[in-house]
């Protein structure tokens, strides 16, 4: 996979990019691909929950579920109403009575620990949602930069965040202090000036690295997309999956077609089929490839999760979007 900085060459290599061009480029560049890039996201990495029916892509930069500090984190939650049982606020009664009040287009019940100047009501597509700004939690040392958006779609609670990186409070001095008592010598925050920092930046006041933190927030907001969710196991299988057992296997479904690839090389490929005749027992994948037949039984299949049972010998391969 191309970078976006290599990506970008492309795009704009009538305008004056220099960088000396790999045969990869070039025919990246010949193929009409470069010239079909319409908008910057067009680049970016591509998340979808097919239960929950969302979309949303965010930049090469940022990193879904990653543990560096020092780099931007994406985190993507959707879960089913139903029994919901989270703390701070994410609970079935606190999600039904904001799911209403977000329908009159009304700020709901405190989930987490919003900072106040940062709460307000954000209109996605037909949908609202509460957004606010997390810097702290439970204690005066607690220092953290979160940018959430919450709201609810297809019975499912959707809380969508961006971690900014730790380095922020050495760029950001002027809104931290110390507690030595409690916290030593580590910078914490002067808690009366944390709505300040989130009105400096949505001015376009704060700091660079604090401010790319706060504008990427906005570019990965504007690109998400609601869909009904699809029941369709032709739908739901679409995409890539890595082998649980060895991350080197992975197996990809387009259109009707599976490929398997072992450390990038294509192995084979083949046409495939669901069928469930009876409507009752687990459906049935058969591909038919090189002039053999395999045939797997579905026994697990989510927007994360899909389990097969090769037939007959009944070993189960499980696979991780």
């Given at each position: 996979?191309k970078?976006?900085?290599?990506?970008?060459?492309?795009?704009?290599?009538?305008?004056?990019?220099?960088?000396p061009?790999?045969?990869e480029?070039?025919?990246?560049?010949?193929?009409?691909?470069?010239?079909?890039i319409?908008?910057?996201?067009?680049?970016?990495?591509?998340?979808?929950?097919?239960?929950?029916?969302?979309?949303?892509?965010y930049?090469?930069?940022?990193?879904?579920?990653?543990?560096?500090?020092?780099?931007?984190?994406?985190r993507?939650?959707?879960?089913?109403?139903?029994?919901?049982e989270?703390?701070?606020?994410?609970?079935?009664?606190?999600?039904?009575?904001?799911?209403?009040?977000?329908?009159?287009g009304?700020?709901?019940?405190?989930?987490?620990?919003?900072?106040g100047?940062?709460?307000?009501?954000?209109?996605?597509?037909?949908?609202?949602?509460?957004?606010?700004?997390?810097?702290?939690?439970?204690?005066?040392?607690?220092?953290?930069?979160?940018?959430?958006?919450?709201?609810?779609?297809?019975?499912?609670?959707i809380?969508?965040?961006?971690?900014?990186?730790?380095?922020?409070?050495?760029?950001?001095?002027?809104?931290?202090?110390?507690n030595?008592?409690?916290?030593?010598?580590?910078?914490?925050?002067?808690?009366?000036?944390?709505?300040?920092?989130?009105?400096?930046l949505?001015?376009?006041?704060?700091?660079?690295?604090a401010?790319?933190?706060?504008?990427?927030?906005?570019?990965?907001?504007?690109?998400?997309?609601l869909?009904?969710?699809t029941?369709?196991?032709?739908?739901?299988?679409?995409?890539?999956?890595?082998?649980?057992?060895?991350?080197?296997?992975?197996?990809e479904?387009?259109g009707?077609?599976?490929?398997?690839?072992?450390?990038?090389?294509?192995?084979?490929?083949?046409?495939?089929?669901?069928?469930?005749?009876?409507?009752?027992?687990?459906?049935?994948?058969?591909?038919?490839?090189?002039?053999?037949?395999y045939?797997?039984?579905?026994?697990?299949?989510?927007?994360?999760?899909?389990?097969?049972?090769?037939?007959?010998?009944?070993?189960?391969?499980?696979y991780?979007?």
């Amino acid at each position: 996979m191309k970078t976006l900085s290599t990506l970008f060459c492309a795009v704009i290599l009538l305008t004056g990019c220099t960088a000396p061009i790999s045969e990869e480029e070039k025919e990246f560049n010949d193929s009409g691909s470069a010239k079909a890039i319409e908008d910057i996201t067009d680049l970016w990495q591509f998340y979808e929950d097919t239960n929950a029916g969302l979309t949303i892509k965010y930049p090469n930069n940022v990193t879904l579920n990653g543990d560096d500090e020092d780099s931007l984190r994406l985190r993507i939650s959707s879960e089913s109403i139903d029994g919901l049982e989270g703390t701070m606020g994410f609970n079935e009664e606190t999600a039904r009575g904001n799911m209403e009040k977000l329908r009159l287009g009304v700020y709901g019940k405190n989930v987490d620990s919003p900072i106040g100047a940062s709460m307000r009501v954000r209109n996605i597509g037909d949908t609202n949602a509460q957004e606010f700004m997390v810097l702290s939690r439970f204690e005066v040392c607690s220092v953290t930069f979160e940018r959430k958006l919450y709201f609810f779609h297809n019975n499912n609670q959707i809380v969508i965040t961006l971690v900014g990186p730790k380095s922020i409070v050495e760029n950001s001095p002027e809104y931290f202090t110390t507690n030595e008592e409690n916290c030593g010598t580590e910078q914490i925050w002067n808690f009366e000036k944390q709505n300040q920092f989130y009105t400096d930046l949505a001015s376009n006041q704060g700091s660079a690295i604090a401010q790319e933190w706060f504008d990427t927030f906005e570019d990965i907001v504007d690109t998400i997309e609601l869909n009904e969710p699809t029941n369709n196991p032709l739908d739901a299988l679409q995409g890539t999956w890595t082998s649980d057992d060895d991350e080197k296997s992975v197996i990809e479904f387009s259109g009707n077609r599976k490929i398997d690839f072992y450390e990038d090389e294509k192995m084979s490929e083949g046409v495939f089929e669901i069928s469930d005749e009876d409507g009752v027992n687990e459906p049935h994948l058969t591909v038919s490839s090189d002039n053999e037949v395999y045939e797997y039984e579905i026994i697990k299949l989510s927007n994360t999760d899909l389990w097969l049972m090769y037939m007959p010998r009944g070993n189960i391969l499980r696979y991780t979007r």
